[in-house]
C-alpha cells in the first residue's frame, strides 16, 4: 500500500479482513481478562493479594476475600505555616468475589487492625475499591 499525504480534514474508514480469526465478544473479554486473569494474579494471596477478613453488616456474617491492601499517606503544604496530612487506607476487590456490596459501617480486619467502612467505588470493569476510617 502506497503511504498517503493528508492535507485537510478528512473522514477514514478502515475495513480488516480477520479472516479466520476469532473474535473474542464483550462478555467473554471481560470474563477472560478481568475476572479469570485478575484472580489467578493480582487477587491470588500466593502473588500479590492478601486475605482479609470483612463483616457484612446486612448479612450478619464475617467473610474472607483476597484483597491489595494500601495505606497510603498523602502530604501536601498550603503556605509556609499548613501542612496537610491524610492517611486513607483502602482495599482493592475482585467484586465478583464478595457475598454482597459493601455498605458504610461494614469492618474489617487486616493485619491485626479492625477497620471501618468510610465509602467504596467500583471501577466498570469489576474491581471495587473499599476506603476505610479506623474508628
Known sequence: ????????????TLSVDLGSASVIGRSAFHQLIY????????FNVDEFAENVRYYHSSLQAWQTYPALFDDPHTSFSMGPETEVTNV????????????????????CTIRGITYYVDDSQKDGVGVTTIFFRIS
Open 35 to 42: 475476572v479469570d486473569d485478575m484472580a489467578s494474579t493480582f
Open 1 to 12: 500500500m502506497p503511504p498517503v499525504t493528508i492535507t485537510a480534514p478528512v473522514t477514514v
Open 88 to 107: 486513607r487506607p483502602q482495599i482493592m476487590l475482585n467484586e465478583s468475589t464478595m457475598l454482597h456490596v459493601p455498605l458504610k459501617g461494614d469492618k
